[in-house]
């Protein structure tokens, strides 16, 4: 395992970390908590040092199942993230109990990296509003995080912003080989890199489909390459190629996935790749191009809509049927990003009012209102309202029960009892 360092504090952290965010299920459905929990130590056992959940992640049963994951001595050789939820978030009061209980489920007294969870914007600001660097200032003085950090989906511009407010310690962005020049992108990660920022990556290979059932005219261009690797270890190399990465996170649920992703990780230095290697991929994205239903660059230029559209994104979700129509959870992540379920503010295609300022100035001349319009009835379909309304009510009960329940479960738990 290679590791990498955390500019500010020397921190060394391998550079494969372990996203606890998409864990194997059973046949019968429901999570399986043994095998999750076995193949968590397996990677920590052959090196891996970084793990990252979030409350969100199986409606709070991420943070539950990791924390008994790193009994046993486990919790000593991580370092552990997680993240406050700004959908969850009143009042400056609520920073501190959602702290609180997150240290109850995960068993310990502190998180070694806790983030703001996915900023944009509007959730950035009412973070500000309520007080939250406060908050982190306070959290690190009294040792109940180590450091500070935040997630991030949103535009460059933002994350300069958000880069420049406050001292943070390291962040977390989206980025691979499709997602060079999208929301934070290479421009985000070389201005976090140069102040000294570490840069967490999260999405490497689009939630696993730039390594699953690729294009097979994608296929072709790795199949045609002289140096043989699979699609995943091509989308991680080009990742770790960057030198401002530091962690490369992966949601690994499958021993095999694991098995690749570890031994990828023990020669992926930065600078690596040769100029064929690059070549091979830059093919690889323009096939990714050519097969977009929208020929949108994300050089958002048509940002902001006076409606409230996130136009890029729209986009990107809408060529994501084209690149991976095998992929079941675009619709759901399209409303829960973009229809303000982990938000303040939804932006999904169907609030376009027809203005048409972003037409007269897109530089690509794409017909953005008819694009947004089939995006509308590919992504949303009738009821979208209701849709939104019925998962925000269903994810915010399923959180509050799995707090319950957690509770619940570690009154009785082994390691609460007395020797």
Not at 135 to 151: V, W
Not at 379 to 389: I, N
């Amino acid at each position: 395992m290679l590791y990498r360092t955390v500019p500010k504090t020397g921190d060394k952290l391998s550079v494969l970390g372990f996203g606890y965010m998409r864990l194997p299920k059973k046949e019968a459905g429901g999570i399986d908590e043994d095998r999750a929990i076995r193949q968590l130590r397996y990677a920590i056992d052959h090196g891996v040092n970084y793990v990252d959940t979030a409350p969100i992640y199986h409606f709070g049963k991420s943070e539950l199942i990791l924390g008994r994951a790193l009994d046993d001595g486990y919790r000593e050789k991580v370092r552990l993230a997680t993240k406050l939820p700004p959908w969850s978030v009143f009042s400056r009061a609520d920073m501190d109990r959602i702290l609180a209980e997150q240290l109850e489920k995960l068993g310990t007294d502190h998180i070694d990296y806790y983030l703001l969870h996915s900023l944009g914007k509007e959730s950035w600001d009412k973070l500000l509003r309520l007080g939250a660097l406060e908050f982190l200032d306070m959290a690190k003085k009294d040792g109940r995080i180590t450091n500070a950090g935040f997630s991030f989906h949103s535009n460059t511009d933002t994350f300069k912003e958000i880069i420049d407010a406050y001292n943070w310690d390291f962040c977390q962005i989206q980025f691979n080989y499709l997602d060079e020049h999208n929301q934070a992108g290479i421009v985000g990660l070389e201005y976090a890199a140069s102040k000294k920022i570490a840069v967490m990556v999260m999405e490497p290979l689009r939630g696993g489909n730039l390594a699953g059932h690729v294009p097979d005219d994608v296929q072709k261009c790795f199949d045609a390459a002289p140096v043989k690797r699979s699609a995943a270890e091509w989308g991680l190399r080009w990742v770790w190629n960057h030198p401002g990465v530091t962690v490369v996170l992966s949601g690994m649920n499958e021993e095999a996935h694991i098995e690749e992703n570890l031994r990828v990780a023990e020669t992926a230095l930065p600078d690596s790749l040769t100029e064929a290697d690059l070549a091979v991929l830059e093919q690889a994205r323009q096939t990714y191009r050519r097969l977009m239903k929208v020929d949108c660059t994300g050089c958002r230029y048509c940002m902001p809509c006076p409606a409230g559209v996130n136009i890029p994104e729209c986009f990107a979700f809408y060529n994501n049927t084209a690149f991976f129509p095998h992929n079941r959870e675009n619709r759901m992540l399209y409303i829960i990003r973009l229809g303000g379920i982990i938000g303040d503010v939804p932006s999904y295609a169907g609030l376009c009012k027809h203005c048409g300022k972003c037409e007269r100035i897109c530089p690509q001349h794409i017909p953005i209102q008819q694009r947004l319009k089939e995006v509308s009835e590919t992504l949303e379909g009738r009821g979208m309202g209701a849709r939104r309304f019925v998962m925000k009510g269903v994810m915010g009960g399923a959180l509050r029960l799995q707090n319950i329940l957690g509770k619940i479960k570690r009154m009785f738990s082994p390691r609460n009892k007395a020797p």
